[in-house]
């Protein structure tokens, strides 16, 4: 997460609008424009308004996660006089790529179609800024359903296993499945083939095209995978 503002302001009857401008490789610039207004109503309080501006060259199809903006307030004294203060502080995370799909209101996906063991696309998805991929609703399962049929790939992993506990199935959160909001089997799944005091069996899972199931396999067979960031 990048940090882009950091304000620092003395508090009376004041009204300023501070500016940060980002010039890209590629020409484009890109502002975000803060606005603070201080001044007393008809009863004597102080009000304060904050409006913050984007600039058009913004591509907010892409931006990561929406813009936060965090507000601090206090008083110091300084040689005998009291001033009020207001620190203001703006971030966003690095955009995605391109490969990356936003469905407003649930989330940004990108289907790796390269298979990886589990663990390896665990960390490719780390490395990106995301996590493997858990779904939380029939929603969000309708939408990685079509990126698979899109990308004719019949299956891809998610971030769930039970490699902690045998048949206790978590999310990479630690969260049980059947609280996180979707756990759907294939029929007889899971069912652990292979699985011994010697074998670790199938403790990974992934998410089946067309059934929009979930079925476990061996965690270090090859198998594309989905990499997901949440709207927050």
């Not at 009376?12 to 010039?23: E, H, Q, T, Y």
């Not at 996906?109 to 298979?115: G, P, V």
């Not at 296993?161 to 294939?186: P, Q």
């Not at 083939?193 to 998410?207: H, L, N, Q």
Request: proline share 3%; glycine share 8%; hydrophobic share 35%.
């Amino acid at each position: 997460m990048t940090s882009l503002l950091l304000l620092f302001l003395v508090l009376g009857l004041l009204s300023c609008i501070p500016s940060v401008k980002a010039d890209c490789e590629d020409g484009v610039s890109k502002t975000v424009s803060v606005s603070i207004t201080s001044r007393r109503n008809l009863t004597g309080h102080q009000l304060i308004q904050v409006e913050m501006l984007r600039g058009s060259g913004v591509d907010t199809t892409k931006e990561s996660e929406p813009w936060r903006m965090e507000i601090g307030h206090g008083e110091k004294k300084c040689s005998g006089q009291a001033s009020k203060y207001l620190s203001i502080s703006i971030t966003a995370r690095t955009q995605l790529g391109d490969d990356y799909e936003f469905h407003p209101l649930v989330g940004r996906y990108k289907l790796h179609t390269t298979a990886q063991r589990w663990t390896d696309a665990f960390n490719i998805c780390q490395q990106e800024g995301t996590h493997l991929a858990v779904i939380n609703s029939d929603i969000e399962a309708q939408v990685l359903n079509a990126m698979l049929k899109r990308k004719e790939t019949h299956y891809a992993f998610v971030g769930v296993n039970d490699i902690v506990t045998e048949g206790t199935f978590v999310t990479i959160f630690g969260e049980e499945l059947s609280k996180a909001g979707y756990a759907k089997w294939v029929p007889n799944e899971p069912n652990n083939t292979g699985g011994s005091a010697t074998a670790p069996g199938e403790d990974c899972v992934i998410f089946i095209k067309d059934s929009a199931l979930f079925n476990d396999v061996p965690c270090e067979g090859k198998c594309p995978f989905f990499c997901e960031q949440e709207i927050y």
